[in-house]
């Protein structure tokens, strides 16, 4: 039995992992869940599951979710800083760290300095700071399992592989609503037609990510670190179909792959049920349903975010947090319909070039330059 914590229970890895736990009674229990503003469902959620504890991290709203949670014997807190402390709980034993961005660095730190495992699905964490996150993993022996679709895949194709080097891995990527798609087409995006991903349903930043391949970007440096490669190791095929989740090259030439229907509650059950792969009723992948499987390379001209995670992965340092922080400044612009879809890139362009750039950062250096990096692409896209 494995007790979990939940951070972003609201969210669509959130929501999936909760059926997941729902359908695996015997293998999981819900010790703590939380969200940044969804009280409702986050109430919800608690008096269907009856967690430990549960976290509203915005402040304003821990009177409404103590107030409908008064007659259970749950504990309410509030408060980003509230995150900190949950995942250190002792009846925890894994957190699912399904939150988006940068905010889910802190929390992360602690939960692997309290020596609880990690299901990772907040990829954000490990392109902002993923030499000190893996280190201190290392550092406290805790394991680190992925539950993003394609690094999921990796992990899959690496067992029973261990001790047998990686040549290099690929990437899939799906291409996202505007594969295809000139420069001069992708000027007139909207925020409705970017929101509209082909394969899978998520929440709104990573849709946008994965429409501009920053998603993909992220995701190269992501897998940097989850499997120590050098940036050369890793590669990127686009792969509309999203059926192979992504490929590991050995050193004797032979490739493995891991398939199936594009379907985020497979990679969570995995990552949480590890090492058992536990039954599941997820519709099964036929290959007569998909004749035609297809492959193409990432248009790096006209998606210039995966061009420019490349860049910030070879750079090191800092440079990736900065990419990263200016990608959020730059979404919840577009969201906001403040600036276009291929001004992100400029915004992030020009956000790389003008932060100071620190060589072998350490954790107040991430703090000091995410802020400054928002502060600089807030500028940027108020001009
Ligand atoms: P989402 O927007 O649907 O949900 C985000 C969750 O995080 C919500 O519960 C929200 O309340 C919480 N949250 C957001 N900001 C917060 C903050 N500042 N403090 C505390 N909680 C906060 O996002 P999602 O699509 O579920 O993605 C979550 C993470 O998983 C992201 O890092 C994303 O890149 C990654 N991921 C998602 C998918 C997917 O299919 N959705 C696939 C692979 C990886
Ligand atoms: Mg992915």
Redesign the pocket.
Known sequence: MKRIA???????????ALEVIEANPDSFELEVI?????AD??IAQALAFKPNAV?I??EDLYDKVRDALQHEDIKVYAG?NA?NSVVEMGTVDMVL????????LQ?TIRAIQAGKEIAL?????LVVAGQLITELAREKGVNIYP????HSAIFQCLAGEFHNPIEKIILTASGGPFRGRSAAELQQVTKAQALKHPN????????I?SASLM?KG?EVIEAKWLFGLRNDQIEVVVHPQSIIHSLVQFEDGSIKAQLGLPD?KL?IQYAMGYPNRLKSSFPRFNFLDYPQLTFEQPDLNTFRNLQLAFNAMEQGGNMPCILNAANEVAVSSFLRDEVGFLEMSDIIESCMAKVAYIANPSLEDYVNTDREARLRSTELVKR
């Open positions: 939940i951070l972003g229970s609201t969210g669509s890895i959130g929501t999936q939380t969200a940044h503003s969804n469902l986050l976290v991290a915005n980003a995150l760290t399904a939150m988006v961005g940068y905010a889910g929390p699905a907040n990829k954000e964490t539950v993003d679709s394609e899978w349903d998520m929440g709104a930043k990573i849709t990510d998603n992220l985020m990679p």
